[in-house]
Nanobody
Framework: QVHLVESGGGLVQPGGSLRLSCAAS????????ISWYRQPPGKERELVAI???????NYADSVKGRFTISRVNAKNTVYLQMNSLKPEDTAVYYC?????????WGQGTQVTVSS
């Protein structure tokens, strides 16, 4: 059974940093593309960043230069390093795994950027 668990969210001041983790189990992690999405309060879920099975990366324009996505296949984990955080980054952050015949989501972790 595919299982994704996000962690690392919390309250941070504007300009601060957080590192989110997405720990996976129940599937061959290295074969899957992993992405981070976020859903701000009252808004739709949006793509933040994606890292492919072979390590290609892409980012939403709103986070380019501030966020970095990475993966450690030996640990079945994907990270999202978030720097220079802004209040508009406040959202629930979700990871998603897409692979052979399967798409799965984690339960999300809250990130709040506020002074």
């Amino acid at each position: 059974q595919v299982h994704l668990v996000e962690s690392g969210g919390g309250l941070v001041q504007p300009g601060g940093s957080l590192r989110l983790s997405c720990a996976a189990s129940g599937f061959t992690f290295s074969n899957y593309h992993i992405s981070w999405y976020r859903q701000p309060p009252g808004k739709e879920r949006e793509l933040v960043a994606i890292i492919t099975a072979i390590g290609g990366r892409n980012y939403a324009d709103s986070v380019k230069g501030r966020f970095t996505i990475s993966r450690v296949n030996a640990k079945n984990t994907v990270y999202l390093q978030m720097n220079s955080l802004k209040p508009e980054d406040t959202a629930v952050y979700y990871c998603k795994a897409v692979g052979p015949g399967r798409t799965s989501w984690g339960q999300g972790t809250q990130v709040t950027v506020s002074s």
